[in-house]
C-alpha cells in the first residue's frame, strides 16, 4: 500500500520568491514519484518524475524535486516564482510497478502575489 | 497530436436521473483510466482498462457505475442513479501501457442536485 502527504492546502508567495511545497510518502517497495499541476478546469500535467538513478529531477517551467529515500520526502522547489506558476499541484506515489497504480496527495494551491 | 478528449465538460442533473461521460484517449494509447476528483482532493483511480479488458475495477462502485470501452479506444462512464455525494469532477488519462506515462483529459464536471 501507498500514500501521500502534502503539507499544507494553500502556500502564498510572492513574485521572484522561493517556491517550496513538501510531500512525504509511504510505500511498501521502491516508488516512483511525480509531480503535477493542475491550472482552473484543465487536466492533470505531469511536471516531473522519479523512477531510479539520480535522486535531483529537473522538469518544465523551471521546478525541480529532490528523492530522499531517508526522509521518505520529494519536495518540489523553483528559484523564483512567476505570476503564471498559480495552480494546484498533485505529488503522486506508484508503487515501482511501473505508472499504472497512482496514489495522489490531496494537493497545494500555489498562490502568488505580486 | 490532439490530447484526451472528454465530454461534456459540464453537466448538471438532478439526484436519481442518469449521467454518462465520454473520453477518447491519444491515439495509440492501450491504457485508458477513469479517475473521480472530488472538491479539495486528489484524483482517485476508480477503473483501468488494457485495450478492451478492465483490468482493474476495484474502487468502481458498481451498484450504481459501470463503464465500457468498446474496440479499445473510446470509453465511456456511466452513473445510474445519481447521488448527491457523486458531484465531482471525473478526469479520464490514457498512456501507451500501464508502464508508460499518464496523459489527462481536461475532466467532466458533474453537479448533482
Known amino acids: 500500500a501507498q500514500s501521500v502527504t502534502q503539507l499544507g492546502s494553500h502556500v502564498s508567495v510572492s513574485e521572484g520568491a522561493l517556491v517550496l511545497l513538501r510531500c512525504n510518502y509511504s510505500?511498501?517497495?521502491?516508488?516512483?514519484l511525480f509531480w503535477y499541476v493542475q491550472y482552473p478546469n484543465q487536466g492533470l500535467q505531469l511536471l516531473l518524475k522519479?523512477?531510479?538513478?539520480?535522486?535531483l529531477v529537473k522538469g518544465i517551467n523551471g521546478f525541480e524535486a529532490e528523492f530522499k529515500k531517508s526522509e521518505t520526502s520529494f519536495h518540489l522547489t523553483k528559484p523564483s516564482a512567476h505570476m503564471s506558476d498559480a495552480a494546484e499541484y498533485f505529488c503522486a506515489v506508484s508503487g515501482g510497478s511501473g505508472y499504472s497504480t497512482l496514489t495522489f496527495g490531496k494537493g497545494t494551491m500555489l498562490l502568488v502575489s505580486p | 497530436e490532439a490530447g484526451v478528449v472528454q465530454s461534456p465538460r459540464y453537466k448538471i442533473i438532478e439526484k436519481k436521473q442518469p449521467v454518462a461521460f465520454w473520453c477518447n484517449p491519444i491515439s495509440g494509447h492501450n491504457t485508458l483510466y477513469w479517475y473521480r476528483q472530488n472538491l479539495g482532493q486528489g484524483p482517485e483511480l476508480l477503473i483501468r482498462y488494457e485495450n478492451e479488458e478492465a483490468v482493474d475495477d476495484s474502487q468502481l462502485p458498481k451498484d450504481r457505475f459501470s463503464a465500457e470501452r468498446l474496440k479499445g479506444v473510446d470509453s465511456t462512464l456511466k452513473i445510474q442513479p445519481a447521488e448527491l455525494g457523486d458531484s465531482a469532477v471525473y478526469l479520464c488519462?490514457?498512456?501507451?501501457?500501464?508502464?508508460?506515462?499518464?496523459?489527462f483529459g481536461p475532466g467532466t464536471r458533474l453537479t448533482v442536485t
Open positions: 510505500s511498501s517497495v521502491p516508488p516512483y
Open positions: 522519479y523512477t531510479t538513478g539520480a535522486t
Open positions: 488519462a490514457s498512456s501507451l501501457a500501464s508502464t508508460y506515462e499518464q496523459y
